[in-house]
């Protein structure tokens, strides 16, 4: 049997990571059988990636070599942890894929989407979500927030422009690839936006069933 790969997408400061933990601890009551992951990281390799990318003392990053990290980082990624996960029929719980990557390097650091796009297509071995909720929500809000309370990493501190160029990018790509996409609205009550990320969840499941 083939898993599932649901992928949870936003804005900084969207909610991902508290819906995650609660996805989590639902699939363990269902007796479910998933991993979760993140991006960038997921693996040693990833990781020391991930400290690479948004360590706040590489000012000088270009661009391009961002974009490059973030794919090297999913590359290793689908082939270590999510492709095997896949093909033993597990539930693949992942916080950020490749709609990250067009949204803030393609659209945020000016790249251009296909360029970006062609750099993943070659890491990801043919590997898309079954389902990506995406955490809809004002982006400035929410990173300022976020900034205040822990500081924020090298692109968190990017400033409001950076960011609310990312979340326009993140509008034209819903309309380029809505295939398997349902959008979350993150403004609402944690609990509220847990029921609605369930209510996909368990509908993708019941397919899977069938």
């Given at each position: 049997m083939n898993g599932i790969f649901i992928t949870l997408e936003g804005p900084d400061g969207s909610g991902k990571s508290t819906i995650m933990e609660l996805i989590t601890?639902?699939?363990?009551?269902?007796?479910?059988d998933f991993i979760t992951?993140?991006?960038?990281?997921?693996?040693?390799i990833g990781e020391k990636i991930r400290n690479i990318?948004?360590?706040?003392?590489?000012?000088?990053?270009?661009?391009?070599t961002e974009a490059l990290l973030y794919a090297a980082s999913r590359g290793q990624h689908v082939d270590e942890k999510i492709l095997p996960a896949l093909k033993a029929g597990?539930?693949?719980?992942?916080?950020?894929?490749?709609?990250?990557?067009?949204?803030?390097?393609?659209?945020g650091r000016s790249?251009?989407?296909?360029k970006v796009k062609m750099i993943n297509d070659f890491a990801i071995k043919g590997i898309v979500p079954d389902l990506t909720l995406?955490?809809?929500?004002?982006?400035?809000?929410?990173?300022?927030?976020?900034?205040?309370?822990?500081?924020?990493?090298r692109?968190?501190?990017?400033?409001?422009?950076?960011h609310q160029e990312v979340y326009e990018g993140y509008m034209k790509l819903l309309k380029l690839y809505p295939e398997n996409i349902e959008i979350i609205d993150a403004s609402k009550s944690i609990e509220e936006v847990f029921n609605q990320s369930i209510y996909h969840i368990e509908s993708i499941l019941k397919k899977r069933e069938e």
């Open positions: 601890d639902y699939f363990n009551n269902k007796n479910i992951t993140r991006e960038p990281g997921g693996t040693e990318v948004l360590d706040k003392d590489n000012k000088n990053m270009a661009a391009e597990k539930v693949v719980l992942c916080e950020r894929f490749v709609l990250s990557s067009l949204a803030y390097q393609g659209v790249l251009g989407i296909e995406f955490f809809h929500v004002d982006p400035i809000s929410t990173l300022d927030r976020k900034t205040e309370e822990k500081g924020g990493d692109l968190e501190r990017e400033g409001s422009q950076f």
